[in-house]
């Protein structure tokens, strides 16, 4: 093989990643397709992004979105302009519309991670370039199709399997029940009242699964919905930006913790699963975070390959 194979491109209905559920069921295996060949052999398309620039710009913290973007772009040849924007909303120095309009003069990409999912929005309606979301309020999309490419790399076919979703109705959530939706992969969400996730997103997965065949289930009591599931999927009680509620926030999820007798209810080889960062001792014990059911480095890992795969299959 030489160092620069050529990749198989499929062609992917959308033109943005802003939110899987503008996916169809067949981009989703297009890019797990193209993220396995791209991890089979890590360094062997490094011309496939040759000249291609990407910027990076994000409001808040990150390691795995950071770190994964920058390398991936580099493995396939091409450049990253990093923007770190923690300490200024992005369309405080001038509109976000102007910002798209400048940026797409001088890139190839831009992959942003926003409070405010409408900012997202905003840069696709106004930048000719490919907008990836980073991460926003409202979705978390490459988390979750690195989520399932690892979940089809342990379990195969992942139709008719369950996740359980414990803890907070976020934006690690949403993207789990728009892409299990998809997939026709059963999913129930478990969540203190007040913290369910968005009805909207519930709804729209809902209309999704009758074609596919997923169940989706909202609840409120965490050994129901552990009971038989094949994976237990946490995240932060309380996510970036809600800093000031962490108080309270680890009083309502006290009994949402994901800890042995959790996982004891779910089936015995059951996977636990964690978007990373992870506050151990809180929404999951240490046990079980270094535990043999535990995939979370193995998730982290695929972040790479699947973005990857969509710098490629977005980048034209
Ligand atoms: N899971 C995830 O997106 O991690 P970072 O916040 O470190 O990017
Ligand atoms: N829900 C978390 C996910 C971090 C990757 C947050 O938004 O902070």
Known sequence: MTSN????????????????????TEDIHNVFQTANVLKAGRDQHT??????????????????????FDIGMQDLGGSVVFMDHRDARL?????????????????DCIVARTF???????????????????LSDFVHPCQAL????????????????????????????????YTAAKLGTHIRACSPEGYEPNARVVNEAMRVAQQTGAEISILNDPAA?????????????????????????????????????????????????????????WEVTQDVMDGPQSI??????????????LLALLIR
């Open 5 to 24: 194979a050529t990749l198989p491109l499929p062609e992917l209905s959308i033109d943005n990643l802003l939110c899987t559920s503008a996916l169809s």
């Open 47 to 68: 011309a496939v992004l040759r000249n291609k620039r990407l910027a990076m710009i994000f409001e808040k913290d990150s390691l795995r979105t950071r770190f994964t």
């Open 91 to 107: 369309g405080s120095r001038e509109s976000v519309k102007d910002m798209a309009r400048n940026l797409e003069r001088w890139v």
């Open 116 to 134: 405010k999912h409408k900012v997202l929005n905003e840069l696709a309606a106004n930048a000719d370039i490919p907008i990836i979301n980073g």
């Open 146 to 177: 690195a989520d399932f490419m690892t979940l089809g790399e342990k379990w195969g076919d992942l139709r008719g399997r369950t996740i359980t979703y414990v803890g907070d109705g976020n934006n690690t959530c949403h993207s789990l029940i």
């Open 225 to 281: 919905a552990a009971d038989g599931t094949d994976a237990i999927y946490t995240d932060v009680w309380a996510s970036m930006g809600q800093e000031d509620e962490i108080e309270e926030r680890n009083g309502v999820f006290a009994s949402y913790q994901v800890d042995s007798t959790m996982m004891a209810r779910a089936k015995p080889d059951a996977l636990f699963m964690h978007c990373l960062p992870a506050h151990r001792g």
């Open 296 to 309: 979370v480095y193995d998730i982290a890992e695929n972040r790479l390959h699947v973005q990857k795969a």
